[in-house]
């Protein structure tokens, strides 16, 4: 039985894995700066709640919690992704022991979720991605440590993992529904027929209540949220795209997890956990129809991985070193080269020089460089999302410097998206400009009910588009240009920092636009 096959010693041979998972991500956290996303999840910390426009509420805790414990640099920020990276290491290679592995198999799994292009991109930035992948691979681990040992704690441990995952992305409710449906399609069926289990879904239902009724008093935000999600990003979305990502977004690991997948259906020594493979294809095709985000799956690949591990183990059972050495190699050399393109490891300069190199040499590699919009740039979304927030604030701070003392009383800094909002909020503890007020995501939420001011310092996301679009509606009496962000590499490249005299025909506007917000 894979149980008895359990030794300490494969335990603690894991922690290597672990140790090298976060001394890479050591390496690049601190370099080019705060991602756009990270700069909303930190405001957070500021407005703590059970729920968000965007987001449920683990991530505000973390985020307090951070900054409370380590501070505000970019370094402080990334310390919990980088712990909850190395824990997902650890799992999978606790998955690869439960399912009966060895040393080998361990080394194959772990080796490649580290180097994986999906998860060395998705597990240093302070967002829910990691936090999410972390409670996908802990409910398995906990389902696999149940049937291996019949235990009920571990039912409760998985009712606890499944709420705080929900918690954190509403994702895994959708792991959590396929996972189920999994079992029942399975011979573990029987698994389900459990009064711990309605115990365990009782633990679950308590620990999301809170969230669950914060979302009906804000209007259930979750699903406009989606829906605006779906409109703007997601339509450049095709099933072919989301295929051909799950095919690219691990990279040479694609081969181990194939290989997992295929023995969890027809291994005889992983029958017990065939379901595992059920869910995995169940909630693919969940996603596809959804025209889903490639990432929204990678939670689910660490039990493949492990069970990829497993079996190239029992394919090369009779191998010698040689071979096996050779077959880590091929699974893990070939991502190494990737990781530039993944993490910050490079200054910027030699970033960009690796990004042409392998815009020319290096074919798989362009779709990591292919943005939202479907279009290719040169760098990827990510590196371009942690640009210019520095300057942008700069250029507030001297705006807001060039008003007189009794006019900066009578000033307020709006911003059109969330990136700048909560890049302004950060700066702000720097150079002390007003509080920024923002009419996108869950910033209208704390959002004053009215613009009381005399001067306006407007961060335009369109260069001037909507500086136009007041001035044709007479809702400001002037205004003047500070300057914009240049830097070409940047996401927000084009983006102007005015100052504007705004009259009441703009507060007209701002206030029934904040309701009709707050509803949705």
Known sequence: ????????????????????????????????????????????????????????????????????????????????????????????????????????????????????????????????????????????????????????????????????????????LFFAGSLIIGILISKQRKLLFNRHILGAAALTFLIVLPNLIWQLTHHMPVFTHMKALREQQLDYITPTDFIKQQLLVNGV????????????????????????????GLIFLFLLMMDGKSYYLFGAYPMLFAAGGFGFERLLKTSGYALRIALILLFAVPNILLLPILLPILSMDQTLAFFRFADKNLPPARFMMTWEDGKKHATTQDYADMLGWDDMAALVDKAYRSLSPDAQKQTVVYADNYGEAGALHHYRKQYGYPEVISLNSSFTLWAPDSLKCKYMIYVDEDGGKNIREFVAGKMIESYTKIGEITNPLAREKGTAVFIVTPNQLLNERYAPELAKKRLE
């Open 1 to 172: 039985m894979p149980y008895k096959n359990r030794k300490p010693t494969y335990v603690y041979f894991v922690l290597i894995f672990v140790f090298i998972k976060i001394v890479l991500n050591l390496f690049a956290i601190s370099h080019f700066g705060f991602h756009r996303d990270e700069f909303l999840h930190l405001v957070l910390a500021d407005h703590l709640d059970w729920g968000y426009k965007e987001v449920p509420p683990f991530i505000a805790l973390l985020a307090k919690i951070s900054i409370t414990s380590f501070g505000n640099s970019v370094f402080a920020a990334r310390i919990f992704p980088t712990i909850f990276g190395g824990l997902i290491v650890w799992l999978t290679g606790l998955i690869v022991i439960e399912f009966g592995g060895k040393k080998f198999g361990i080394t194959v799994a772990c080796l490649s979720i580290i180097f994986a292009p999906a998860f060395a991109a998705s597990e240093y930035l302070f967002q829910p991605v990691v936090f999410d992948q972390f409670w996908w691979v802990l409910t398995v681990w906990l389902l696999v440590k149940y049937l291996n040992t019949t235990d009920v704690r571990y039912l409760y441990w998985l009712g606890v993992a499944v709420g705080l995952g929900v918690l954190t992305k509403y994702t895994m």
């Open 253 to 280: 690991a694609l081969f181990v997890w194939l290989n997992g997948l295929v023995f969890l259906i027809f291994s005889f020594r992983l029958r017990n956990f065939q379901f595992l493979a059920l869910a995995y």
